[in-house]
């Protein structure tokens, strides 16, 4: 059975990232890219669908482990009878192919330790021809893929795997190299461990030097952004939401999705947080790969895209994996690509606005594509859609959606204005009241006094707690501080908040998932708004104290089992955590900070 997701750490080379667990197995890595099939998919079925497991022999007495200062290399620590060594597992910033080092480091004593590659290309489907080079090293290959393994440890192969033993005293290491390549092109040169770990220790460092912020929690918020950069496809300037398949929202649950594929919905909270933080050039990358992957004929436009702006992302199963947990089943692609969201176009605009506030340079097509997108809106605006949730029911008027859509107009009508834009602003002005109206007639309950999910429902849902973020309502509206109100009422369990109400009765009949981690933060931004620090900061601080011991935190946490659920680690929510850092830091300040910055 894998870890607990909490239990894994992340490396990665910023193409591509592998999940390693306490116990110094690799449980999941796509290969040669985050969108790639896994070598590596233990985390997903068992040890025989992929994993690369170094550990001692003897019975651990105790573990730790840790990032080196302002990287993204993991060290574990375990302790037996016969001493201690270290485990250091990295992955170098990408050269001419991808490599994952691992290097046994003895701290004291002598240390007895086992390793075991099981090569499962296919997502654990396809077993490789396995042969030793002239030179020792140990190819494998199926098809399209093909892994090379370096070590001076004597390896063998054992029930189509391959095993090794031996011993690390102190102050001695033991280096392993796993590398991959194209099976058609010639063997990647080997590289030198120790070379590799002081290049990656100094990308690392130099990158975290660039960070501008020092406020409250700089820690947290530079292990996130360090995790941002870390899912970010370096070639594009694409930011997967997720390194990983298939984790389940509800441990047990079918509601697993692929989250290896960048969303527009997480557009401008993305360059916030990185334009806040002092890294103009990611923002600008983002920026540059929003603008390729949405071009084209407004009415295509989708929630998300690939890493390289690919637009079919085409859903199947992988049946032979029995999932985490037993969560099936394990999906691979995302059908929701597919859907009508608008919130998208409001997304969009408005990155393209703060871009343009934040003074840094645009590409010349922009305006020229922002126009074209608000034309389209003009058109569709009113037509129900599939919502920011992704549901897979039948389309409503999902108010966020109706939201972002006044975002849209809002923002192209101050970019025409303040920047001298030629626009009919005129009929956008009208069509943004009109939307505005539209909304608080058709969307807000007045017997809950609260802002609803959709048109004639009932249920609330914690997108709406982006209303004061993005500008359609102050916070101090009586109609958003009754919002609020309700979602604390109905929409909170245990401290966090859910992403859809409780009191739902769904088609799925689904177990309920565990609270959205982003939309807690999201309410801990409205309480900022509002003026209520005190409030905001207990909500943030709850947040954080649910991270695993290195930093990181998923889509959701289940406070009944005390477990982080959902894809891991997760863009949005750390994204999230760094925009709420900033807000908390900065709200004596006179300096705007997201809330403020989306919302005026």
């Not at 290491?173 to 099976?183: C, D, K, N, Q």
């Not at 080997?190 to 820690?219: K, M, V």
């Not at 929003?290 to 929630?303: C, E, K």
């Not at 992403?499 to 088609?507: L, T």
Request: net charge negative; proline share 5%; with cysteine.
């Amino acid at each position: 059975m894998s870890s607990r997701i909490e239990d894994y750490g992340l490396i990665g080379d910023c193409q591509t990232a592998a999940l390693v667990g306490r116990d110094g197995s690799i449980d999941w890595l796509c290969w040669p890219a985050f969108d790639s099939d896994a070598c590596f998919s233990g985390l997903l079925g068992t040890h025989r669908n992929g994993r690369w497991l170094i550990a001692p022999t003897e019975k651990v007495t105790n573990s730790s482990r840790r990032y080196w200062d302002n990287t993204l290399i993991l060290e574990t620590r375990f302790v037996t009878a016969g001493g201690e060594v270290a485990l250091i597992d990295f992955m170098p910033p990408r050269g001419h192919a991808s490599d994952v080092v691992r290097l046994v480091r003895g701290i004291r004593g002598r240390v007895k330790l086992t390793m075991q590659l099981v090569i499962r290309f296919g997502f654990g489907a396809d077993i490789p021809w396995v042969r030793k080079t002239e030179d020792g090293a140990l190819l494998a290959i199926a098809g399209q893929d093909m892994t090379v393994l370096r070590t001076p440890v004597e390896t063998r192969g054992e029930d189509l795997t391959t095993v090794a033993e031996f011993e690390v005293g102190e102050g001695e290491t033991m280096p392993f190299v796993l590398t991959y390549g194209p099976s058609h092109l010639p063997v990647p040169a080997p590289i030198d461990p120790a070379q590799a770990l002081q290049d990656t220790e100094d990308f690392w460092t130099e990158w975290c030097s660039r960070c501008t912020y020092h406020g409250d929690n700089r820690d947290l918020v530079l292990r996130s952004l360090i995790t941002l950069k870390a899912l970010t496809y370096e070639p594009t300037g694409g930011i997967v939401a997720a390194p990983t398949t298939s984790l389940p929202e509800k441990l047990g649950g079918q509601r697993n999705w692929d989250y290896r594929f960048c969303w527009l919905r997480d557009a401008t909270f993305t360059l916030l947080a990185l334009m806040n933080s002092g890294y103009t050039e990611e923002a600008l990358a983002w920026h540059n790969w929003l603008l390729r992957a949405a071009a084209g004929w407004p009415a295509n436009m989708q929630i998300m895209y690939g890493i390289l702006g690919q637009r079919r992302l085409l859903e199947w199963e992988a049946d032979w994996l029995s999932g985490y947990e037993g969560a099936r089943p394990v999906r691979i692609g995302n059908a929701a690509h597919a859907q009508l969201q608008l919130d998208v176009y409001g997304e969009l605009i408005d990155t393209f606005y703060q871009w343009r506030i934040a003074e840094l340079k645009l590409d010349e097509e922009t305006w020229a594509l922002a126009r074209a997108v608000i034309e389209h809106l003009e058109k569709v605006w009113d037509q129900p859609d599939h919502g920011i949730w992704e549901r897979r029911g039948e389309p409503r008027h999902y108010v966020s959606s109706k939201v972002m859509t006044w975002v849209a107009f809002d923002r192209a009508i101050k970019g025409a204005e303040r920047f001298g834009f030629e626009a009919p602003l005129e009929r956008w002005r009208m069509l943004r009241d009109e939307i505005c109206r539209d909304v608080c007639a058709r969307g807000f309950d007045p017997e809950q006094n609260s802002f609803i999910e959709s048109y004639g429902s009932q249920l609330l849902d914690a997108s709406i707690l982006l209303m004061p973020a993005v500008g359609f309502l102050p916070a101090s509206d009586p109609r958003v501080r009754g919002t609020l109100a309700a979602l604390e009422k109905h929409m909170m369990r245990d401290g966090f908040v859910l992403r859809h109400d409780p009191r739902e009765i769904s088609d799925e009949k689904q177990p309920i998932e565990g609270a959205f981690l982003a939309c807690s933060l999201w309410l801990a931004d409205a309480y900022v708004l509002a003026g209520e620090l005190d409030k905001a900061q207990a909500l943030f601080d709850r947040v954080v104290a649910v991270a695993n011991d290195l930093g990181l935190l998923a889509e959701e946490y289940d406070p009944g089992l005390a477990r982080q659920t959902g894809n891991f680690p997760q863009a949005l929510t750390h994204i999230a955590l760094i925009n709420t850092a900033h807000n908390l830091s900065d709200a004596k300040k006179a300096h705007e900070k997201p809330a403020v910055q989306r919302s005026t």
